[in-house]
């Protein structure tokens, strides 16, 4: 047995008003999913009340019917490695979705970026980035 515990992974847990809304919108904008059916908690009325979304070989939570505040999202980031930026900021673009241009950071990754209807922000790399 170790003194150390070893990190296994990470997921983000969000929080949405319509957790259907949000699964259809991450869905069809971003292309995360599909939803796996079996995968969701729905409440007595057949809302999302808990499940998750594939985004690639990892996943996010999203919690529905949530009482957090009216901007959900407000203040958090999420970054999402892509192997071609320009491609999903065309896809994203083709959804409809206001969206930045592309660019290269000083720092290294050329990205674009997102905000959902709900607050939350998505980042999209290629590349890794570089600290001096």
């Known amino acids: 047995?170790?003194?150390?515990?070893?990190?296994?992974g990470?997921?983000?847990y969000l929080r949405y008003p319509d957790g259907d809304a949000a699964?259809?919108?991450?869905s069809r904008v971003l292309?995360?999913?599909?939803?796996d059916p079996r995968r969701v908690k729905r409440d007595s009325g057949g809302r999302w009340?808990?499940?998750e979304l594939a985004i690639g070989p990892t996943r996010i939570d999203i919690s529905g019917g949530s009482a957090a505040a009216p901007d959900f999202?407000?203040?958090?980031l999420l970054v999402v490695a892509v192997t071609d930026v320009d491609a999903q900021y065309?896809?994203?673009r083709?959804?409809?979705a206001e969206i930045d241009q592309p660019k290269d950071e000083p720092y290294g990754p050329r990205s674009c970026h997102v905000t959902d209807p709900w607050g939350y922000r998505w980042y999209f790399w290629q590349g890794a980035a570089h600290f001096a």
Request: proline share 3%.
């Open 1 to 8: 047995m170790s003194d150390q515990a070893q990190f296994l």
């Open 10 to 12: 990470v997921t983000a």
């Open 23 to 26: 699964a259809a919108w991450l």
């Open 31 to 35: 292309g995360f999913g599909p939803v």
């Open 49 to 51: 009340e808990e499940g």
């Open 73 to 76: 999202g407000a203040g958090a």
């Open 90 to 92: 065309e896809r994203i």
């Open 94 to 96: 083709a959804a409809g």
